[in-house]
């Protein structure tokens, strides 16, 4: 019971972050989630809540989804991870982990910087931030930076970058759901039980959160790029431990 309600109030934590940034669920969940459940079961449960939180922000802001810009930038993330594994067979991991990370946290602090930085889209810029994505998708579970650097650059809506990030993490955790399924990983898993409390938090308290005028009126650009600085650094120094 008292896992239950912990889990359930973490759960309403990282909906917050997700609402109000369109992405973070899982960089809020699974770090905490771990200590109570173990990495491996808190990361097959948050992925099933990611789904869930998708497929309703998906609903919410399907006017804003950019779903051919999404697939485009899986298509590139797909050869992203072909490089990335190609290069496991040369490069050391804490090397390019620890490279890719104090990279993200220098565009971050740059961009942190700079008082305008939106830039106009280009065919470029979308393969360079999905093959990125894939990149660091073969090294690490952190894979969304590229995307978010992408949507918070190229757009000027808030409301706009939310729909796309939404779409994209639609598209992204339903071919995860899949491919785990697909694979086994679900077929020893044993807290279905637990996923009870989560999902009756976010059946809850996405409808009060999703409208939220504080939540929507948020400038997402400057929180999200702290919570991705804290989250590179956080993964490059558990590289190292």
């Not at 930038?73 to 290069?87: D, H, R």
């Not at 409390?197 to 948020?218: C, K, N, Q, T, Y």
């Amino acid at each position: 019971m008292a896992d239950q309600l912990a889990i359930s109030l973490l759960v309403v934590g990282a909906l917050v972050v997700r609402t109000a940034l369109g992405f973070g669920f899982s960089l809020v969940f699974i770090p905490a989630g771990s200590v109570l459940l173990g990495f491996s079961t808190a990361f097959l449960v948050s992925i099933v809540l990611e789904l869930v939180v998708s497929t309703l922000m998906a609903a919410q802001l399907r006017h804003h989804l950019q779903l051919l810009n999404a697939f485009t930038l899986k298509f590139w993330g797909f050869l992203g991870v072909v490089v990335g594994l190609m290069l496991r067979t040369v490069a050391r991991e804490e090397t390019v982990v620890g490279v890719s990370m104090a990279a993200i946290v220098v565009a971050c602090l740059a961009l942190l910087a700079a008082d305008e930085f939106t830039v106009k889209r280009s065919r470029g810029k979308l393969m360079a931030a999905g093959a990125s994505s894939g990149f660091l998708n073969s090294w690490t579970s952190l894979s969304g930076p590229p995307v978010v650097f992408y949507y918070l650059l190229t757009e000027e809506d808030q409301r706009g970058v939310r729909g796309a990030l939404a779409g994209y993490f639609w598209i992204l955790y339903s071919v995860t759901f899949l491919l785990l399924l697909v694979q086994g990983d679900y077929a020893d898993f044993d807290a279905w039980p637990l996923l009870a409390g989560p999902l009756v938090s976010i059946a809850v308290s996405f409808p009060w959160l999703s409208r939220s005028r504080r939540l929507r009126e948020l400038d997402i650009r400057r929180p999200a790029l702290i919570l991705l600085a804290i989250t590179a650094t956080m993964v490059a120094v558990g590289q190292f431990l």
